[in-house]
């Protein structure tokens, strides 16, 4: 696991340096830069932080050549299939320098060329220069399911790509600018979908792409994508058939994700997903396995839906693992700024703080980390799955049922400091959507701040730079791609290309590389999803009408396997108590960062709607505790990029170039 950059016709070696320092954090272990000027005046620039997970000697240093230096790659993450293909290339007479699968990956390029990441399982996002023919280009790949990050920028003949946004403003002549299509997406979901970033100018190259630059022109190439069967297909395979090649393909892809030469360990919940990895762990490890689970001491958990800690604990003692209850009290104040650097991108998910914490404590007996994250999108698991089966019904009751039933929803109070405070929340947005056109009642249902709303909350300045932009759009795109699907397969694909590509995996990946931990996801093997995605009907994802079982196929798959009460109970929530941080420990900080001078100042906003959210949330009277926790971000973010464009990241960058020089 790494962190890497590179330049093309753009800056010089201290900005290379600058580049690969400030994500120093992805890979403690070596760096490493390579530059090429060629006759014609083109340069080019590669540069790596290295997280030593496979070949830890120096033969895994990079950037990385072939054996004439006609092909230079810098690369981050990992090839899970790639003692295979290398026993495939030996067999054709290469011979290796190392055991990593950075070389490895290099021969595929040198053999087949840019077809070779259609031969990859993975995780991944490199950069390989290719110098061998009369035009020079730079190859950037990122892996099927978007797991590994990869930016970019182009300003005409200039190029530059880096794992992590704040990479490239260390560039010369670039700067943190607002990208207001991105911002009205981002007060939409708390989020931006990708290929979009909240920097005006910095993309993502998107997930199950290719890139070739060459000659100014960057040209991008779908050469993956995840396959749905149409909506009348009939299933060949029955329900015994199927459980058993899910547990089959399920255990391989964790065992072959268990391949390392530090030490791995496995996050665990008292959901499902953690505890399915950490059972095939269990089985093919020699040793036992280290669990590492966070919670929130009592005061914390009060009418907040967090996982009960006391369930991972014994399904670990069951599986015979080294478990760790980590019990964290943060000090948030400091903690969030921190995360907002690191996270790059204003990320409006409480849980991102959970997830770096339960990081940093892992590092200290482990390196790499194995997580659940893709199993609610391969296998159907979240609550607004079923929503949308209850929509059927609820468009189908009379129109005067529903007309009471909205207002008594919208006149409840919030039930703050109680658990059903998120049924009530989800049921406001059911309510409030299910009358719609089943895409648009889901894409309401992932929708955090409705039109209305923003028309309340934007000053007419940001209201006039948002008029015509939908920021559905991307996921309209989505839709109109499974069009021929089942309509539960059209929300999981969405789910798969847009929320947790954008989301989960972003903030997976940024909180552990915080902390220099490695997470690798067994559920996002590309063999496994395929197979799920073409063979497995809805039915056996999504069981029954009224209270439908959520991920049934996995379910039975992992009997015998996972604990009863595991398999028995609702989906647990990797959370965070951020109601109670708006209320005490975050009371003073939003106060400042949201006060009606601020806010005015930013002219984003109308303040006075600002201050109704926080005093209804303050009072009980509704819960805004993510609409808050967004507008606090999107502040911080603001603050730490866009004010200080010679703060944090340049600040950083600055103090390495005498050391990496």
């Given at each position: 696991m790494c962190g890497i950059a590179g330049t093309v016709n753009w800056g010089d070696s201290q900005?290379?340096?600058?580049?690969?320092?400030?994500?120093?954090?992805?890979?403690?272990?070596?760096?490493?830069?390579?530059?090429?000027?060629?006759?014609?005046g083109a340069g080019f620039g590669l540069g790596s932080r290295r997280l030593a997970i496979l070949d830890l000697s120096a033969a895994g240093h990079m950037p990385m050549s072939n054996a004439d230096g006609s092909l230079w790659i810098t690369y981050n993450g990992e090839i899970y299939n790639f003692q295979q293909l290398r026993a495939e290339l030996e067999a054709h007479g290469h011979i290796f320098r190392s055991r990593t699968d950075t070389e490895v990956l290099l021969r595929m390029y040198e053999r087949e060329g840019r077809d070779c990441v259609r031969r990859l399982n993975g995780m991944f996002a490199f950069a390989i220069v290719d110098l061998r023919g009369a035009k020079p280009l730079l190859f950037l790949a990122r892996d099927h399911f978007g797991i590994k990050p990869l930016y970019y920028v182009q300003r005409g003949q200039r190029f530059a790509f880096a794992s992590e946004a704040k990479a490239l403003l260390q560039l010369p002549g670039l700067s943190a600018e607002i990208d207001y299509e991105a911002l009205h997406q981002y007060l939409t979901f708390l989020w931006v979908p990708d290929p979009?970033?909240?920097?005006?100018?910095i993309w993502k190259l998107p997930a199950g792409h290719y890139g070739v630059l060459q000659d100014g022109e960057f040209k991008i190439q779908q050469y993956w994508d995840l396959s749905f069967p149409a909506s009348d297909t009939s299933y060949a395979a029955d329900e015994t058939e199927l459980v058993a090649a899910v547990r089959q393909k399920f255990c391989d892809s964790v065992r072959a994700q268990m391949v390392s030469d530090v030490p791995v360990g496995a996050f665990l919940s008292a959901g499902l997903d953690s505890s399915s990895i950490v059972a095939a762990m269990a089985r093919a490890a020699a040793v036992p396995v280290r669990t590492y689970t966070i919670t929130f001491p009592a005061k914390y958990r009060v009418g907040e839906k967090l996982d009960d800690p006391a369930v991972a604990a014994r399904t670990a003692r069951q599986l015979g693992c080294v478990h760790q209850e980590i019990v964290v009290e943060p000090e948030v104040t400091s903690v969030l700024p921190k995360l907002t650097w690191h996270m790059d991108e204003p990320t409006a998910d409480p849980a991102i703080v959970a997830a770096y914490l339960v990081c940093r404590e892992a590092r200290k007996t482990v390196t790499v980390l194995l997580s659940g994250v893709g199993g609610d999108e391969l296998f159907a698991g979240y609550r607004k799955h079923i929503a949308q089966r209850w929509a059927v019904a609820y468009r189908s009751s009379p129109k005067a049922v529903r007309?009471?039933?909205?207002?008594?929803?919208?006149?409840?109070?919030?039930?703050?400091?109680?658990?059903?405070?998120?049924?009530?929340?989800?049921?406001?947005?059911?309510?409030?959507?299910?009358?719609?056109?089943?895409?648009?009642?889901?894409?309401?249902?992932?929708?955090?701040?409705?039109?209305?709303?923003?028309?309340?909350?934007?000053?007419?300045?940001?209201?006039?730079?948002?008029?015509?932009?939908?920021?559905?759009?991307?996921?309209?795109?989505?839709?109109?791609?499974?069009?021929?699907?089942?309509?539960?397969?059209?929300?999981?694909?969405?789910?798969?290309?847009?929320?947790?590509?954008?989301?989960?995996?972003?903030?997976n990946d940024k909180m552990s590389m915080a902390s220099s931990v490695e997470t690798r996801v067994p559920f996002l093997d590309r063999e496994l999803a395929e197979f799920v995605a073409a063979s497995v009907p809805p039915a056996m994802k999504l069981r029954g009408f009224w209270f439908p079982t959520t991920k049934y196929i996995l379910r039975k798959a992992m009997q015998g396997m996972v604990p009863d009460e595991v398999l028995s109970q609702p989906k647990a929530p990797f959370g965070a108590p951020v109601d109670y941080w708006l209320a005490n420990d975050l009371r003073e900080m939003t106060d400042d960062l949201l006060s009606e001078t601020q806010v005015t100042k930013r002219g984003f906003f109308h303040s006075e709607y600002v201050r109704k959210l926080i005093a209804e949330q303050r009072s009980g009277a509704r819960d805004w505790s993510a609409q808050i926790w967004q507008l606090l971000t999107f502040e911080l973010w603001l603050k730490t990029f866009v004010d200080a464009q010679d703060g944090p990241a340049h600040a950083d960058a600055e103090r390495a170039v005498s050391t990496m020089a």
């Open positions: 900005t290379l340096a600058s580049m690969v320092h400030v994500q120093e954090h992805r890979g403690p272990d070596d760096s490493g830069v390579w530059e090429r000027r060629l006759p014609d979009r970033t909240m920097f005006r100018g007309w009471v039933l909205e207002r008594t929803l919208e006149s409840m109070p919030a039930l703050r400091n109680t658990p059903v405070k998120g049924l009530l929340r989800l049921a406001r947005k059911m309510a409030r959507s299910a009358a719609l056109p089943p895409q648009d009642s889901f894409l309401m249902n992932s929708t955090y701040l409705d039109d209305a709303q923003k028309s309340q909350l934007y000053t007419p300045a940001l209201r006039e730079a948002a008029a015509g932009l939908d920021p559905w759009s991307t996921h309209r795109r989505y839709f109109d791609t499974v069009a021929h699907a089942d309509f539960l397969h059209q929300m999981l694909y969405l789910d798969t290309k847009a929320f947790m590509v954008s989301l989960n995996l972003t903030y």
